[in-house]
């Protein structure tokens, strides 16, 4: 492994079976990295015991709890000191006003919890491995703050842009489509619409069901995504902006060849 070993904190919520296709890849050397350390929203994610059983340190932000607290007793985690709405609303596109607004707090009470406890573990890529928490721009902007250099990653169940949010395999199969897949893109202040790194495809056929869908597209997952962290790892994810505007990430060659 080179020397300074790619830093990889990883956020999961459940199975963890893409974190364990990561240990697996940081172990066989297909990604020059490291993963220092493994959080969970959800304390009973199996992926806390796949990250114990690898030696790595884990810790719970239990979302469920806080946000059950704040909704008893909104001063038990107030909006973290240095949140700024307004701004955050701007972030995402949002008008003043609406109730994204306390939605958006949550997450900001939240998420100053879980920087709080990743601060032990200094990394370079945030992977989410499974996360199923919304980020909002409280955390986006203290760990990926600028969108030419993105250094958080997600894995989605489908071909984006088709099919955001939490049921990608289920949308797809639901709308019949005939191929299905997974996308890794970097995490930007949207849901789902950051920048595509890669994307993996698949048939469905007449003698598929939902379950065999997801397989298959778990399948391919485990592929991309250690693929996608070497990539970073060797600095060949350039993020551009296209003729349109849209930031889109260019591959670059490996190092030696033309
Ligand atoms: C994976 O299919 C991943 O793509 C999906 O959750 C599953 C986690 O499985 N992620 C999302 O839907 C994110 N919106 P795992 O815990 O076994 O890795």
Known sequence: MKENPLRIGALVSGGGTNLQAVLDACAG????GRVVFVGSDNPEAHGLTRAKNAGIPTF???YGRILAERRRDPASHPAPPDWDQDQALARQGIAKGSGAARFLASRAACE???LEAMSPWPFDLLVLAGFMRLLSPYLMDRVSPDPFRPRIMNIHPAI?????GTDGYGDTFRHGCK???CTVHFVDYGEDSGPIIG???FPILP???LESVKKKGLALEWELYPECMRLFAEGRLAVEANETGRRIVKILPERGTP
């Open 112 to 114: 100053a919890a879980l």
């Open 179 to 181: 191929v299905g897949g």
């Open 60 to 62: 719970v932000t239990d």
């Open 207 to 209: 003698a598929d069901d």
């Open 199 to 201: 994307q993996r495809a």
């Open 29 to 32: 050397g297909r990604i020059p």
């Open 160 to 164: 984006l842009p088709a099919f955001p």
